[in-house]
């Protein structure tokens, strides 16, 4: 497995995951760009991923998905809240991944004096 600093893990259950997909779903998804891990669990209807922020996000592997008529569960406030945080967790390691870190011991320059 290859792992970088802005891997994300998703483990999530998703409504349309069948006998008859599952196998194509976790094909299509190790061969898409940027995901390192992929397992689909039949009895819980939940799929584990890791996958890397820079190369790719949620909403293109939804649209992978949806493909295979496999969507986010939605019949619980669990789960919604669950993609929701999935959502934010990703939106930060995208911004980690942006931030330019400053010198920590020196002093902001509007914090100077003249």
């Given at each position: 497995m290859d792992r970088?600093?802005?891997?994300?893990?998703?483990s999530h259950k998703f409504s349309g995951v069948t006998v008859e997909n599952a196998s194509?779903?976790?094909?299509?998804?190790?061969?898409?760009?940027?995901?390192?891990?992929?397992?689909?669990?039949l009895q819980k209807s939940l799929i584990r991923l890791n996958y890397d922020v820079q190369l790719t996000?949620?909403?293109?592997?939804?649209?992978l998905l949806?493909?295979?008529?496999?969507?986010?569960y939605q019949r619980s406030l669990w789960w919604k809240w669950r993609w929701r945080f999935a959502k934010l967790i990703e939106q930060n390691i995208k911004a980690n991944a942006a931030h330019v870190p400053h010198c920590c011991g020196k002093a902001p320059?509007?914090?100077?004096?003249?």
């Open positions: 970088s600093a802005f891997t994300n893990k998703l194509l779903v976790e094909d299509a998804l190790r061969a898409y760009q940027g995901v390192q891990f992929v397992q689909v669990k996000n949620l909403d293109e592997l939804m649209d949806a493909e295979f008529d496999v969507t986010k320059s509007s914090a100077r004096r003249r």
